[in-house]
């Protein structure tokens, strides 16, 4: 999901461990105050697309195994537990198994969003019979984040091993793609939003496609609309075990009007928009080693054979365009081309939020890595998911499911096409 800071967009370096307790933090052993994100689960709509798709019933589940438990490795144990099976329901109801628990539609990603909240509130706010630290709280609250988003559950197959005489000489096999999306933002506009980075990470994980070099398997994770998750690593501990393994990586965010826009260049610059929490940042990205901090890094997923494809009724763009500070110069400067050198980025072809830093993050990793010229890799914007005309109170209609089917199946011949190009 990303977002440009002046239009609506999502989201949507060595290794930083650990998220830190919420601006909420309590004092010793006492239980924090809910954040502004989950005091949001108060209002209607939340809880309407919780009861729809029947993911009301888990923050319950998760809140009596909490009650249950005689210690912190028992609360640790149900909140893995709870948020793995979280994850996966999720998944399933997007990919078509099981029950539908409602009427809502199964591509929705808004329940697991929702029902996330919902059991991070519950830990947030749990008052156990047994001391419980402030740093033990934060580490289950790290824990059911990660297990949620299936940032713990991505699993590729053993490549093969190769043997002489094969077709395979190299024994690559199945090829592994890497996709990332958002959680829901802009929540106070409009509180019924919905992610299509988010619902593509739903449907397309541990799927399979086929590309003429044969066949490709993708697994995905979900990232906050956090800075502060962001300033604490999330996106190297995440994406640093598989960047080696895999064959091609994107991460995925909202974007603009109609289009996709393939990112061709990523800046290092936070612009202050307001994230899911109604905090602003703004300055450099936060990353380990600044002293060789690069103001820009560029996609190297094929930009070109993707804009040329068919690949859906949306256009695709190789977008090029980079605000900057040029050398020399003191106000910025927006550049078609990209950036110019010695110049200071001020925002990158996808804005200056969360999607420009997700992408910024995972391509530097990429780099200090020693991959960027050989895995392909980088950001894909998708169109802004948008309601049927007229509707501003229903939290679905069938113009706003038909988009986001659309952008989630053309996402998906996206990736084909990237896979057969790299």
């Known amino acids: 999901m990303n977002l440009i800071r002046v239009r ?3 989201l949507g370096l060595a290794l930083l461990t650990g998220l830190t307790p919420t601006p909420a933090a309590s004092a010793a052993g006492t239980a924090p105050s809910p954040t502004v994100e989950e005091q ?3 209002r209607a709509v939340p809880r309407e697309i919780l009861r729809r798709s029947g993911f009301d019933t888990l923050a319950p589940r998760l809140a009596r195994a909490l009650d249950g438990a005689r210690s912190y490795g028992e609360a640790r144990r149900a909140v893995a537990r709870e948020g793995g099976a979280l994850w996966r329901r999720a998944v399933d109801r997007a990919q078509g198994r099981g029950p539908a628990g409602g009427d809502l539609s199964r591509d929705d990603d808004r329940p697991l969003y929702w029902a996330r909240l919902a ?17 033990q709280r934060a580490a289950l609250l790290d824990e059911l984040e990660r297990t949620s988003r299936g940032q713990t559950s991505i699993r590729f197959p053993a490549r093969p091993q190769p043997s002489a005489g094969t077709a395979d000489p190299e024994g690559k096999g199945l090829k592994r793609i890497l996709l990332t999306g958002f959680d829901p933002f802009t929540l106070d506009r409009d509180i019924r939003i919905s992610n299509p980075s988010g619902a593509t990470a739903l449907a397309l994980d541990g799927t399979v ?8 398997r993708i697994e995905t994770a979900v990232f906050p609309v956090r800075w502060r998750d962001f300033t604490d690593g999330t996106v190297e501990r995440a994406l640093r075990p ?8 994107t991460t995925v965010s909202q974007g603009r009007v109609g289009r996709f826009d393939i990112e061709r260049t990523n800046g290092a610059w936070r612009g202050g928009f307001g994230d899911n929490e109604n905090t602003g940042r703004t300055g450099t990205i936060p990353i380990t080693d600044p002293a060789s901090q690069p103001q820009w890094t560029t996609t190297t997923l094929p930009h070109r054979a993707i804009a040329a494809a068919q690949t859906g009724r949306f256009p695709v763009y190789d977008n090029t365009a980079v605000t900057e500070i040029p050398a020399g110069g003191t106000e910025p400067v927006v550049r078609p081309d990209g950036p110019t050198p010695g110049s200071a980025a001020r925002a990158g072809g996808g804005g200056d939020y969360l999607s420009n830093e997700i992408a910024y993050r995972a391509t530097l990793l990429r780099d200090r890595l020693g991959l960027g010229g050989t895995l392909p890799g980088g950001h894909v914007h998708t169109p802004v998911l948008q309601f049927g005309a007229g509707n501003t109170t229903e939290v679905t209609d069938p113009e706003f499911t038909r ?3 659309d952008i ?14 790299s």
């Open 8 to 10: 609506l967009g999502v």
């Open 40 to 42: 949001r689960l108060d």
């Open 119 to 135: 059991m991070t509130r519950d830990v947030r706010t749990w008052e156990p019979e047994f001391a419980l630290a402030d740093g």
């Open 209 to 216: 496609v086929e590309t003429a070099d044969g066949p490709a």
């Open 242 to 249: 598989y960047l080696t393994r895999v064959d091609l990586f």
């Open 403 to 405: 988009n986001r089917l």
């Open 408 to 421: 989630i199946a053309q996402v998906k011949r996206i990736l084909t096409v990237a896979a057969e190009g």
